[in-house]
Structures are given as C-alpha cells and as structure tokens.
C-alpha cells in the first residue's frame, strides 16, 4: 500500500502523454473507426425485395399476382430501356407476358436473379389456379415467421478492429514509449528515484491498460450507436467483450514490454514487433 500513490502516479502520467501522442490516437482511434464506418455501410441493409422489369398489361394475371407480392417491385418502362436495365443489373428480372406464354429474362451475374426467378415461378402457379377456377387448391403451404435477425458485415468487422487498436497499443506503444524513455535517459532518472523498478514497469503496463480499454469502448459504442453493433445478450455482452480485450491487452503488453526492454534502438525493434 505504500506504493500505491507512486503506481498511480506512474500510470497517471504515462495515461496522460498516451492521450497527446499523435500515433497513439491515431492508429489505435481514428484508424479503426475509420474502417469501422467504411465496413458499416457494406450490407448495411437487409434483402429489400427484387425488382422486375414488365412487358405486358397490367391487369394479365401473372403481373397481378407478381404486384401482389411484397417482395416484388415491378418496373414499367420501355423495352429498350428494360434490357439496358438488366444487362446493367439495375433491375433483377424482365417478365413479357403474352396471350398465354410468359417469358422470363434473367442476367446470371446478378445474384438476385434467381430470386426473381422464384417470385415469377410462384406468381404463374398462382395465375394458372386463378385460370383454371381452382380457388381452393387442394395443398396450401402455411408460412410460420420466426424471430430472428439478418447478420451484416459490421458485425464481424467490428470486433476485429478493436482488436486493430487492441495490438497497436499493446505492442507498437511500449515499444516506442520505452525506447523513448531510454534515448531521452528520463528511465535513467527514474531508476536513481526511490520508486522500485517493478512499480515503473507496472505504472507503464496499466497506462496503456487503460488506453486500450478507452478506445475499445469508444469503438464500440460507435459501432452501437451509428451501426446498430449486435450485443447477443446487451450489457452483459458488452462486458464480456471489454473483459476480453482486457485479457488480450495484457497478452500484448507482454510482448510490447519485452521488445521494447530488450532493444534500446527503433530501428531494431520495430522490424520485431511487426512480426
């Protein structure tokens, strides 16, 4: 206990110079939210239906029974401007009904086209019970809708990126902060002060204790608020995953304190820590 005003001095100012260092913010903060907002607009949304391009009245009753289809947005343009259309993938099907024949176009690059192929094949089953006066069929499908959730890309990519600024403050910071401190001869100032040199060491480790578990939480909370970031079970995996990247913090600054106590140069030491 009677070191403890030392650690906390010792990690207290360490804290401090972290927060003005310019790398430190920067690859451990901005870097990883930056990724972070990039990644969060890749399949950001869920499936938003499909789009079908229609040759043919509109009261025929496969394009009444398509219309009827929540999933189906159906197109009206000229024939011409339809093909551009789906050549180009801005539209995931072309329907040309005639007097009884339909047809369906489809572009294979587009992966949404075999979906349209489904709707158009469900919405001619139903046209041709309408035809035939069958208005009771004798198999129905009930459809049972379930709670569940679609998984976007933010959700994987997130947790990585914590773990991005999780090595950049882990490793990359002690190695510079204490070769820094040996080329400035300040470590040498400190070991002729009374302060044991475990509480130094330990005072520079808890420093970026801290450090990480700020930026991990910033991060985050970014990725919840912004792009509505999946917590399996709420506070409670939140954290789980701050006491995780704890526990990684630690892994690293085990291998930043040792590079960084081993070398006395960057130039010996950063090759190392890239590895």
């Known amino acids: 206990m009677r070191h403890l005003k030392t650690l906390l001095a010792c990690t207290w100012y360490p804290f401090v110079a972290l927060t003005r260092n310019r790398s430190v913010t920067f690859f451990g903060l901005v870097f990883p939210l930056a990724f ?12 938003s239906g499909v789009r079908i391009g229609v040759v043919g009245p509109a009261d025929a009753p496969v394009i009444r029974a398509l219309a009827t289809n929540p999933g189906v ?5 000229p024939l011409d401007e339809l093909e551009a259309r789906l050549r180009r993938g801005r539209i995931d099907g072309l329907v040309r009904v005639a007097e009884g024949e339909v047809r369906l176009e489809l572009n294979p690059a587009n992966p949404q086209s075999q979906v349209a192929s489904l709707a158009v094949e469900k919405a001619a089953a139903q046209a041709s019970l309408e035809l035939a006066g069958i ?3 004798p198999l129905r499908v009930d459809m049972v809708q379930v709670a569940g959730r679609y998984e976007r890309y933010i959700d994987f990519a997130l947790p990585g990126q914590v773990g991005w600024a999780l090595l950049s403050t882990g490793v990359f910071s002690p ?3 204490l070769i820094g401190l040996k080329q400035t001869l300040v470590l040498k100032r400190l070991r002729a002060t009374p302060v044991p040199p475990i509480i130094i060491l330990l005072g520079q480790g808890a420093a ?4 990480g578990l ?12 912004v792009f509505g970031f999946y917590l399996a079970e709420g506070w409670k995996t939140f954290g789980l995953l701050l ?3 704890a526990f990684g913090l630690l892994a690293f600054l085990g291998i930043g304190i ?4 081993y070398w006395s140069s960057q130039e010996g030491a950063v090759p190392v820590a890239n590895l």
């Open 135 to 137: 208005a009771r069929p």
């Open 175 to 177: 190695v510079w902060g």
């Open 258 to 261: 040792l590079i960084g106590g």
């Open 208 to 211: 970026r204790l801290l450090m």
């Open 73 to 77: 947005t159906l197109v009206y343009e």
């Open 214 to 225: 700020v930026q991990a939480v910033v991060i985050l909370v970014a990725g919840l608020v």
């Open 36 to 47: 972070v907002g990039i990644f969060g607009f890749v399949g950001a949304g869920a499936f």
């Open 243 to 245: 006491l995780l990247s």
